[in-house]
């Protein structure tokens, strides 16, 4: 048994039993919940680093041979994104300290959250489709009872729109999985490459349309992702932070394997339709996002127009995009978690994300303003930060593909995306606080606020100052991915 | 067979989807009701029917008879309902919240929350 591909797992799902069985005192909920955040990232590390020393490991679940049993694979990329959620998971799980009340705590934040997270480390780690299917369901529904925790109404009214929409996703994905078993006779990932590849071009076709409506309503592109502004701006900012980051991006990574690994017998309609999905993606985001005037709702309309980004570069489809899209969505995670953290640290202070209501927060507090700056302008793509590197490694991608018309669209969001941020902060940070402003608390950021807010942005800063350490690891897991020859082989023992 | 369950999915997912996008809340949830539902029977039908033919090795064989229906769709249907009906509940649950805060039925209604 390889433990290291196990513990991602075993972490959380240990630390949600434990918060359980704890969950008379909210004390040491709260720290098993950072303890056991803590140990995910720690098991995510020692896992990419036992992936970069030993090449792409695989674990047959119950020893039950590959085609038949579960198989739980880790290449470079999920071995990545690993490490990206335990990051996130670690900084949120202690924002969330001074973010949630007594409440919401005692009817089980915390064995919910490390429940989600669960869901989503299985989605990374999984090599069959039907396997991706229930860790789905298992983050869906903590990220259900999450979403409606607490009860308010927004909040219900978000929830009954965020579950149908997934609801519908769900169901898609299972009859695209009913159909491509019918054909091919298998749902591990491995296996349907291979069977897939020996078949005539656009056998497969039909689910492949399937699944990218099923993935594309999880990952928020264009015309799927209604449900997302809808939704994400109603729960306490640590849930919308860890959904921002995280959520989508589990959507995003789905859309990656199954189109590198399985779906690659007719790269022009397949890959050139996510070309011009992502490119509608940016756009209608960055437009919804100028048409907002509360800080949690620009910010959600952004997750959608970067989202659009990430896909462009699989759309693009050579080594150096499908890079770029993988800098880009451990970019993004990090950046967006911080600007959701940012916020809520705004809403404790002035009791209000609106930006008619808020001003003057640079006069205030202005090592806060300064935290702000570092991930908005990387959001935007500002050197020498990670967004830039980011778009500059998409945009080169771009260019030796003749993609020229996407780095047009791909640039001009940019300038919008920078047009947003800068909206925020001249409303928010810059302009004297409005007369007769609701008031609210007018105390400091809480220390355990201030920690993750500040973590984040040295690693955003990290990205950009370094970033060819990423953009080493991204393009060796594109080059994985590309190749999927030494996947297929780790996964069924033999060469296809 | 296959051809009625075809056509017998092929209704369901048309009801389930005009069931959906009513204005009604309890329409649509029987509409979600009615797509897993016919989800399912698409999983059953799509791997293939086989009638009285279990996957069981007899006495004193040493294999399973060659033709016999395969056990894995319905682990996965199994697996399937499962989820579902987890779903369902919860779904049924927030639908009772729902209304309780909104008392009336419209999803129309869900839009106030959303004004920025």
């Known amino acids: 048994m390889k433990l290291e591909l196990v513990l991602p797992l075993l972490v959380p799902l240990g630390t949600a039993i434990a918060c359980l069985f704890a969950s008379a005192s909210r004390t040491v909920q709260r720290g098993l919940s950072v303890g056991g955040s803590a140990g995910l990232l720690a098991a995510g590390v020692w896992l990419l680093r036992a992936v970069d020393h030993r090449g792409i490991l695989a674990v047959q679940v119950g020893n039950w041979p590959a085609p038949f049993g579960i198989t739980l694979v880790a290449d470079l990329f999920s071995a990545i994104m690993i490490v990206a959620t335990g990051f996130v998971a670690l900084a949120v799980s202690i924002f969330a300290l001074a973010n949630l009340d007594a409440e919401r705590e005692r009817y089980a934040f915390h064995p919910l ?80 490459a291979v069977k897939v590849s020996a078949q005539p071009t656009g056998a497969a076709l039909s689910s492949a349309m399937l699944l990218l409506v099923a993935f594309g309503i999880k990952a928020g592109v264009f015309p799927l992702f209604f449900w997302l502004p ?54 209608t985001g960055v437009l919804g996002a100028a048409a907002q005037y509360d800080i949690r709702r620009v910010l959600s309309f952004h997750i959608i127009s970067q989202i659009g980004y990430m896909t462009l570069g699989l759309g693009l489809y050579s080594t150096a995009t499908v890079a770029a899209a993988i800098f880009y969505v451990v970019h993004h995670i990090v950046v967006k978690t911080n600007l959701f953290l940012i916020s809520g640290a705004i809403a404790h202070v002035r009791g209000t994300t609106g930006l008619k209501a808020l001003g003057g927060l640079y006069r205030d507090l202005p090592w806060l303003a300064l935290l702000f700056l570092i991930p908005a302008m990387s959001l935007a793509g500002i050197p020498p930060l990670s967004g830039f590197w980011a778009k500059f490694a998409l945009l080169q991608g771009a260019v030796a593909v003749q993609g020229y018309a996407s780095m047009v669209v791909a640039l001009a969001v940019g300038l919008l995306t920078l047009f947003s941020m800068t909206k925020i902060w001249a409303e928010a940070f810059w302009k004297p606080e409005p007369d007769g402003a609701t008031g609210g608390s007018r105390g400091a950021v809480p220390g355990a606020m201030l920690v993750p807010i500040v973590a984040l942005a040295l690693v955003t800063l990290g990205i950009g100052f370094f970033p060819g350490v990423l953009l080493d690891y991204a393009a060796r897991s594109a080059e994985q991915l590309l190749h999927p020859q030494a996947y297929c082989e780790a996964v069924l023992g033999r060469a296809p | 067979m ?108 869900l839009r106030r929350g959303e004004q920025p």
């Not at chain 1, 959507?251 to 007719?266: E, H, K, P, S």
């Not at chain 2, 056509?7 to 048309?14: D, F, K, S």
């Not at chain 2, 979600?32 to 006495?59: C, D, E, K, Y």
Request: contains cysteine.
């Open chain 1, 113 to 192: 959250y490390h429940l989600l997270l669960l869901g989503v480390c299985g989605a990374f780690l999984t090599g069959d489709l039907f396997n991706l299917f229930v860790w789905f369901e298992v983050m869906l529904m903590a990220s259900f009872v999450l979403l409606a925790l607490g009860g308010e109404r927004p909040q219900i009214e978000a929830a009954v729109k965020y579950l149908t929409l997934n609801f519908i996703s769900s169901g898609l994905f299972l009859t695209a999985l009913g159909v491509l078993y019918g054909k091919f006779g298998t749902l591990n990932m491995a296996d349907l």
């Open chain 2, 2 to 109: 296959e051809t009625t369950l075809a056509i017998v999915i092929g209704g369901l997912y048309a009801i389930s989807f005009y069931l959906m996008l009513r204005r009604s809340l309890v329409k649509l949830i029987l509409g979600l009701m009615l797509f897993s539902q016919a989800v399912n029977l698409l999983i059953f039908t799509a791997a293939g029917l086989q009638r009285g033919q279990p996957p069981i090795i007899p006495p004193g064989a040493s294999a399973v008879p060659t033709p016999h229906a395969d056990p894995l769709p319905q682990a996965l249907i199994l697996t399937a309902i499962v989820i579902g009906f987890a779903m369902l509940a919860f779904t049924l649950a927030l639908a009772r919240r729902a209304h309780s805060g909104l008392k009336t039925d419209d999803l129309d209604e």
């Open chain 1, 230 to 283: 809808a939704s994400y701006h109603t729960p306490p900012v640590a849930v919308a932070a860890v959904f921002a980051g995280l959520l989508t991006k589990v959507g995003v990574y789905a859309l990656v394997r199954v189109f590198t690994l399985i779906f690659t017998g007719d790269v022009p309609t397949t890959h050139g339709l996510l070309v011009w999905i992502s490119a509608l993606t940016m756009v």
